[in-house]
């Protein structure tokens, strides 16, 4: 007998699904242009966030279902399916998140997304502790791995190789729909057998619903804290100061005509579907994320589908500088450096408050490159 199902804890599991794989796979753009503490701690997120995803639609698709005698979980084999699959999904995500994108390592990425995807069902079904013996089809263990398998190398596609970046929604919804088809595809090849000394039929004291939106709660609160840190800081940091005496031209844009970027490039951009252009005399800031660019024209930030080199191939060197390795500013709007400890940050006199992290490497030379423009000036 292959178990139904309960809708509604059905939608539920499809629902954490695709808030783990939004959440991860937004940590996991950002893992190629990030460095040194920043880059484990994207790893760490996109790993975690992932496998949380996985194993609560996995445990919310369990608890779905309809199944002949009350059942609980063994502790250890649930711990060991969520652990082996934030270590598999790991490995994808470095593999995919290391390096520019290909049909390679993106194929290699999705075997290994997938296989976590599996191993993550099947472990957990092993967590299952009653009267119960489960006979699994072997067409549908091998329908389900490819399944796991193809639907994340298509969400992986869509996150990272697509030529034109897909919305974020995109990509996340593949990748729920990879970790759900994966597992309602393996139970339904699941016979179901109750065992002659098994435990009789009856309802567990904890009711299932109950069990699965508590589960829900607290892997939408976990993410939900995860997708906070990806928001930018922009609160002032305490410490050393340095002011910048402004150059003559700096204030207006017909003042800006003196900069020596030329003005009559322009950068495609994007912001709420419409597509245009960004002239580089009005650009201020160029931030990486992951294979694409955000621009800041003093008042407004901009999507842009070229890569940060590319961008930084079309601008003049001696208007712009790379302070870091996601972050190229306009020297003339920098006002002032901000020192806490190792950390540094420049200000932009622009229109809108927007501060920039200065790589440690850069702080000594962006220093004196600075004092020697006020000296100058």
């Not at 509604?8 to 753009?29: I, P, T």
């Not at 075997?111 to 119960?132: P, R």
């Not at 929604?169 to 339904?188: D, E, F, K, L, S």
């Not at 931030?287 to 003049?316: K, M, N, R």
Request: with cysteine; net charge neutral.
């Amino acid at each position: 007998m292959s178990p139904s199902h309960e809708p509604w804890l059905v939608a539920l599991s499809l629902l954490v699904a695709f808030q783990g794989s939004y959440v991860g796979l937004n940590f996991a753009r950002g893992i190629e242009n990030a460095g040194g503490i920043r880059r484990r701690h994207l790893i760490t997120m996109a790993s975690l966030s992932l496998a949380l995803g996985i194993w609560t639609m996995h445990f919310v698709g369990m608890l779905a279902a309809h199944l002949p005698v009350a059942v609980d979980f063994l502790v250890l084999p649930t711990l060991v399916s969520f652990l082996v699959c934030v270590l598999v999904v790991g490995v994808a995500v470095v593999f995919v998140g290391s390096g520019r994108p290909s049909a390679r390592r993106i194929t290699i990425a999705a075997l290994f997304m997938g296989a976590g995807i599996v191993t993550m069902h099947y472990l957990g079904m092993s967590a299952l502790h009653t009267g119960l013996h489960m006979d699994h089809d072997p067409l549908y263990v091998a329908a389900s791995a490819l399944i796991g398998v193809g639907a994340s190398g298509a969400a992986l596609w869509f996150a990272f190789g697509a030529h034109d970046r897909a919305a974020d929604m995109v990509p996340a919804a593949i990748m729920a729909a990879a970790i759900a088809a994966m597992h309602y595809t393996a139970m339904a090849g699941t016979e179901v057998h109750v065992m002659v000394d098994g435990v009789l039929p009856g309802q567990p004291t904890f009711s299932h619903g109950i069990l699965a939106v508590v589960v829900s709660v607290v892997a939408f609160l976990v993410s939900g804290l995860f997708l906070l840190t990806l928001v930018p800081e922009q609160v002032d940091e305490p410490g050393e100061a340095i002011e910048i005496a402004p150059p003559p031209a700096e204030q207006t844009d017909g003042d800006r005509a003196s900069d020596p970027a030329p003005s009559a490039l322009r950068l495609p951009v994007e912001k709420d579907g419409i597509h245009r252009t960004l002239e580089i005399a009005r650009l201020m800031a160029v931030q990486a994320q992951g294979h694409y660019t955000q621009l800041f024209d003093g008042e407004a930030v901009w999507f842009c589908p070229l890569a940060i080199s590319d961008v930084e191939a079309q601008l003049d060197p001696a208007a712009f500088v790379r302070i870091h390795r996601s972050h190229i500013v306009r020297l003339h709007a920098i006002v002032s450096m901000h020192r806490a400890g190792d950390a540094a940050t420049v200000l932009l006199s622009t229109k809108v408050p927007y501060r920039v992290p200065v790589a440690r490497s850069r702080k000594g030379w962006l220093k004196d490159l600075l004092r020697s423009r006020t000296v100058a000036a």
